[in-house]
């Protein structure tokens, strides 16, 4: 059983800590939030018995393998070099990183702490039916696009609207919010898994006046193809994501959150491909983590390690020559 600490008390943890639970690979024992009270009234319906407002005290004396950091996304940089540093085992939440500078520290942190293991909580990648996604698109004789997208009004864009400051940390510049930081980072992760680095990145965004992207469009154009991506908080999607062959077709229900892949050949007969499936999408990442934490050096899960650390530095590329295309900064950057 891992040990499991936390920083972060909000909807996605309660998500992690139930496809947790549902894994049987993970107790909950130390939880750090801004207050005691806070840490305490979240912590111990799960079973954590250690609770801090300190983050040095959190590691210091925390009694846990793992972290899980689902705090805003500029302060990742920071919480995940403390954990490393303590010679953890990180769980971070999406985007890692704000910028690729960001991302080089913590690779040469990880190289000084070989101990440390640190992975990207990017779910969707994960998932039996996104698994069935990719060994079909790998049959597919001919790729001519695709079209992805990831839309969903958030209801702390409703406090923007009504102009309640302070804004939601999700919507302001200062804690590396926005679109493409949030439902974008889904879209991309999809696109790079699938089909690799792209040549040339270009992101259309539609700003907000909280000073960040509400909603956009991004194109990634590769050799033969080039793939569309569609993202936001502030509107509702209904579209699938497809990907287009010569006369077949690839449609994901959803990108990050799959119920359903279906392949339409060329006689646009479809097929609904099948694997495992779990209603909470987090079940899979957390089990590939567990098998990685729980045999670090086994040479199966090293090469799994190398993979995700990979894809998730390509991603934080794209994502970070996204936002250069838009002039897309956050004081973050400045720290480079």
């Known amino acids: 059983m891992l040990k499991l600490g936390i920083i972060g008390t909000n909807i996605i943890t309660d998500q992690m800590l ?25 912590g111990e319906p799960y079973g954590a018995t250690a609770f801090y407002d300190s983050l040095e005290d959190f590691f210091d004396e925390g009694d846990f393998d793992v972290v899980y950091i689902a705090s805003p996304n500029s302060k990742h940089y920071e919480q995940a070099r403390l954990a490393i540093e303590n010679d953890k085992f ?3 939440e999406k985007p890692a990183f704000v910028n690729p500078e960001e991302f080089s520290r913590i690779e040469s942190l990880l190289a000084a702490h070989p101990k440390a293991r640190l992975v ?15 060994d079909q698109l790998k049959k597919m004789d001919t ?5 992805i997208t990831v839309m969903k009004y958030s209801s702390r864009y409703d406090k923007v609207l009504a102009d309640e400051k302070p804004y939601p940390n999700i919507f302001t510049p200062e804690f590396a919010g926005g679109a493409l930081m949030d439902l974008g980072v889904y879209a991309v ?26 909603m956009g469009t991004a ?10 991506l569609n993202f936001g908080k502030t509107a509702n999607s209904h579209l699938v994501s497809e990907i287009y062959g010569l006369k077949d077709t690839l449609v994901f229900d959803s990108i990050f959150d799959t119920t359903k892949v279906t392949y339409f050949d060329a006689n646009q007969e479809p097929t609904e ?6 209603e909470n999408s987090m079940v899979d990442e957390l089990n590939d983590f567990a098998a990685l934490f729980n045999a670090p050096d086994d040479p199966e899960q090293v090469a799994n390690y190398k993979r995700w650390q990979t894809l998730s ?21 400045n720290n480079r």
Request: glycine residues 8%; charged residues 20%.
């Open 18 to 42: 139930d496809a947790a639970k549902t894994t049987g690979q993970y107790q909950l024992t130390a939880v750090y939030s801004r207050t005691l009270t806070r840490a305490k009234e979240y």
């Open 90 to 92: 990180v769980i971070l």
């Open 120 to 134: 990207e909580a990017a779910r969707h990648i994960h998932t039996g039916l996104f698994h069935a996604g990719e």
């Open 143 to 147: 790729i001519q696009g695709a079209n």
């Open 189 to 214: 992760y999809g696109a790079v898994t699938l089909f690799g680095v792209p040549d040339s990145v270009v992101y259309f965004p539609t700003m907000t006046k909280s000073g960040v992207d509400g």
């Open 219 to 228: 194109i990634l154009t590769y050799d033969q193809f080039a793939v569309t």
């Open 273 to 278: 491909l099948e694997a495992p499936y779990f």
């Open 313 to 333: 530095r390509e991603v934080n590329a794209v994502m970070y020559n996204l936002r250069e295309s838009a002039e897309l900064t956050f004081p973050a950057d």
